[in-house]
């Protein structure tokens, strides 16, 4: 069976992302790209990579256009889906890139983000634990679900094993992410330009501010099974000059009595048998660059006994498996394709 496929926003970043990855889908057809200031451009004036989608045109972004597909990626900036999404009840499947659809508290919402408050959908990270079994489980037959925010599932991925397993405590930790501008998305913005860029490294939503901790904590507590409320983390991104990429390294304070092979061992239990996600050897830690391109995550562990700290590396390409990839994966879950369909395991290099 061959599925239609609508995309929104696809003259972005994301947008882009996901039709690079289902141009290369067998089993879909895009019919319909949106967009809202360049509707009625060729897609190729905005995407010039996607050579094989070059008989595409921006169409207005409208429910009447994006409706009557099978599948419809919502690639929109945070806030804007919603208005959609309420108007799409009768797509089969519907897949949000943006931030309306993944959190459970309407609080959390209005702490962060502000406006109308829509409901969670299935989040889209099928390698986390949830209830006791991987998320995966749950986007089975889902038709509506939420791909994650970029740094936070970088950061989930990274801890949530040592987090449902009890060998790390989940009151004290601390993430730093080098991440790259093209995680803020296409819209010209002076901070982002590459003059402010190239040459440093400036960190933002500093002091508890970013809009991914709210989905961090839902998603440890989700794993545990703790209130979320019980999960604190300091978080800090910084933007670095590389267009893709990255890294987030995170530490939390071992728990008592926790055994060095008992911290290693929750990590190689989750991901053991995981294509995308991969604890790397002991010693050994990942690097932006052996990911980009690849729905990837490479994670190193380090036991830092003098510190009485757990230390993970994790890399990822946020364009990929931080959104366009998590998508893609879970949407092959969900339709009951094989769920690496098109989606890459390799990195390009150099």
Partial sequence: MTYSVAVSGASGYAGGEILRLLADHPDMEIRTVTAHSNAGQPLVDHQPHLRSLAHLTLQETTPDILSGHDVVFLALPHGQSGQYTDALGDAPLVIDAGADHRLTSAAAWDAFYGGAFHEAWTYGVPELLVDGVKQRE????ATRIAAPGCNASTVSLSLAPGVAAGVIDASDIVSVLAVGPSGAGKSLKTNLLASEILGSANPYAVGGTHRHIPEIRQALAAASGVDPDGIRISFTPVLVPMSRGILATSTAPIASGATDAQIRDAWQSAYGEETFVQLLPEGRF???????????????????????????????????????????????????????????????AP
């Fill in 138 to 141: 749950h986007l089975r037959g």
């Fill in 286 to 348: 990942p690097r932006t660059a052996d990911v980009i391109g690849a729905n990837t995550a490479l994670i190193g562990l380090a036991i830092d006994r003098s510190a009485n700290r757990v230390t993970v590396v994790t890399a990822v390409d946020n364009l990929v498996k931080g959104t366009a990839g998590a998508a893609i994966q879970s949407m092959n879950i969900a339709l009951g394709l094989p769920e690496a369909r098109a989606l890459s395991l390799n990195g390009v």
